[in-house]
Structures are given as structure tokens and as C-alpha cells.
């Protein structure tokens, strides 16, 4: 009777730290689907692993295996436990492992919960801003025709809603540019590149404070306007249209 009173005790703690486990193995899959800009890094045609996610995949990784290491420690207590047939010596042997288990496995959830807040934290500093409704995107007139496909990709996507007014506008060509025709003095060149509400087109007013930077093989370049487009009390759209008197780096 002792006995199975002992096995109902055991299956109890075993079914609260099951549960504990599953709310660990959802935490883990939150974190895994939480968008930290890899679309970003794919656009600017650098390194298609964001570091952050590379950081999150180890922790989780480490976290992981310990936290098999723990379950692994419990069922071997519930084993001795259920297998000790009274005898006192196996049953304290299984509490004291069943006792350092319990104790690893929340060490190991406190350590994953500060983690993620923590990669939360970084994450949140470097992407987040306040939003505007779709810029800096491609509605109205969009991205110009330049040539015959020379664009590769940019970011914002076309149309592409709630994008935080601290965005970089990213621009990828297929081929080298001229990057006279695009930069000037670190500013992006007004004349052949426009920024501007969707709503007043590409002939009202536009955008000119604006930092430009370009890749070593100049066809990747990254333009930040000094001042956050759009509003904080609205939702804006804003448009960027390139100018055909843009070149390639051949003079075509």
C-alpha cells in the first residue's frame, strides 16, 4: 500500500514536469518563428544566417541537450523508484536523484526564459521603430523600370505594409553601377532617385536627406533617410522611383 502511494507521488511530479517540459518545447518553437530581419540580410546579399538567430540556434542547442540530460535523470529516478519494491535504500537513492533533477530542469527553463528575454531585448533595440503604414514601400509608382530587369531585389517588398519608419530602403542590382549616378557626397542623388508620399506621386515633393551607402562590388546599395519617413499619429505610404539616367558601371 506504501508502495503504490509512492508510485501516485511519482507520477504526480512526473506529469507537473511533463508539462513543465512541453511549455519549455513551445517557448523554443516561439523563439525559432520570431522574424528578426533575415529577409532584411537576404536583400542586401550579405550572409543569408542572421547573427542573432545563429545565437539563438546555440543557446537553444546547449539549453536542449541539458534539458534531455534532465528528463533523462528524472525517468531514471521514476525507474529506481518504481522498481525499488520497498526496499529504502533505492527509493532514497531515486529522491535524491529525482530531487537534483527537478532542480536542474528548472535551472535550465530560468536560463532559457532569461535568454530569450534577453535575445527579445537585442532584437527589439536593433529592428524595432515606430510604424507607418506602408513605407517605405513600392506602392503608387513603385520601383522605376530601370533597363531590361537590371533590379534584382529591394527592400521593401512591393506593397510590403507595416514597415518600421526606421527602415533602410535596400536596393540589389545584377550588374555594377555607376555609383555617381546614385550617390553623391554620401547622399542619395535627387535627381535620379526619388522618395515620396504615394499620395502626392512622383512629381510633389520628395526626400533628399538621404544616407547612402553602397557594397564593394556596387551593386548593392543601402539608403537611410536622416529623418524617420511618414508619421507617428498615421499610417503613410511612401514610394521610390529610379530615374533611367541611372547607369551601369559600363556606361550603358
Known amino acids: 500500500?506504501?508502495?503504490?502511494?509512492?508510485?501516485?507521488?511519482?507520477?504526480?511530479?512526473?506529469?507537473?514536469?511533463?508539462?513543465?517540459?512541453?511549455?519549455?518545447?513551445?517557448?523554443?518553437?516561439?523563439?525559432?518563428?520570431?522574424?528578426?530581419?533575415?529577409?532584411?540580410?537576404a536583400q542586401?546579399?550579405?550572409?543569408?544566417?542572421d547573427i542573432r538567430i545563429i545565437?539563438?540556434?546555440?543557446?537553444?542547442?546547449?539549453?536542449?541537450?541539458?534539458?534531455?540530460?534532465?528528463?533523462?535523470?528524472?525517468?531514471?529516478?521514476?525507474?529506481?523508484?518504481?522498481?525499488?519494491e520497498g526496499n529504502e535504500e533505492k527509493i532514497t537513492k531515486a529522491k535524491q536523484v529525482l530531487k537534483n533533477a527537478i532542480i536542474g530542469l528548472i535551472i535550465i527553463l530560468?536560463?532559457?526564459?532569461?535568454?530569450?528575454?534577453?535575445l527579445n531585448k537585442l532584437i527589439g533595440a536593433t529592428s524595432s521603430g515606430p510604424e507607418t503604414g506602408g513605407g517605405p514601400g513600392n506602392g503608387g509608382g513603385g520601383i522605376a523600370a530601370l533597363g531590361s530587369g537590371i533590379i534584382e531585389?529591394?527592400?521593401p517588398g512591393r506593397n510590403q505594409k507595416d514597415v518600421p519608419r526606421n527602415t533602410k530602403i535596400v536596393i540589389t542590382f545584377k550588374e555594377p553601377m555607376d555609383t555617381s549616378t546614385l550617390i553623391i557626397n554620401n547622399l542619395i542623388n535627387s535627381n535620379n532617385i526619388k522618395i515620396?508620399?504615394?499620395?502626392?506621386?512622383?512629381?510633389?515633393?520628395?526626400?533628399?536627406?538621404?544616407?547612402?551607402?553602397?557594397?564593394?562590388?556596387?551593386?548593392?546599395?543601402?539608403?537611410?533617410?536622416?529623418?524617420y519617413l511618414g508619421s507617428s499619429a498615421e499610417k503613410i505610404w511612401y514610394s521610390v522611383?529610379?530615374?533611367?539616367?541611372?547607369?551601369?558601371?559600363?556606361?550603358?
Open 153 to 155: 531585389s529591394h527592400y
Open 44 to 49: 542586401t546579399g550579405l550572409g543569408g544566417e
Open 55 to 84: 545565437i539563438a540556434r546555440i543557446i537553444r542547442i546547449i539549453i536542449g541537450f541539458l534539458g534531455i540530460i534532465a528528463v533523462g535523470l528524472i525517468i531514471y529516478a521514476g525507474w529506481l523508484w518504481m522498481s525499488s
Open 241 to 252: 522611383a529610379l530615374s533611367k539616367n541611372i547607369k551601369k558601371a559600363n556606361g550603358d
Open 110 to 118: 530560468s536560463a532559457f526564459a532569461i535568454a530569450t528575454f534577453v
Open 1 to 41: 500500500m506504501l508502495s503504490a502511494t509512492k508510485n501516485k507521488k511519482f507520477i504526480k511530479i512526473a506529469a507537473c514536469l511533463f508539462m513543465l517540459s512541453a511549455v519549455f518545447l513551445l517557448a523554443n518553437y516561439t523563439l525559432a518563428a520570431v522574424d528578426v530581419g533575415l529577409e532584411y540580410a
Open 196 to 227: 515620396y508620399k504615394s499620395v502626392d506621386g512622383v512629381t510633389g515633393p520628395t526626400v533628399s536627406d538621404v544616407q547612402a551607402s553602397k557594397s564593394a562590388d556596387n551593386k548593392i546599395f543601402v539608403f537611410k533617410p536622416k529623418q
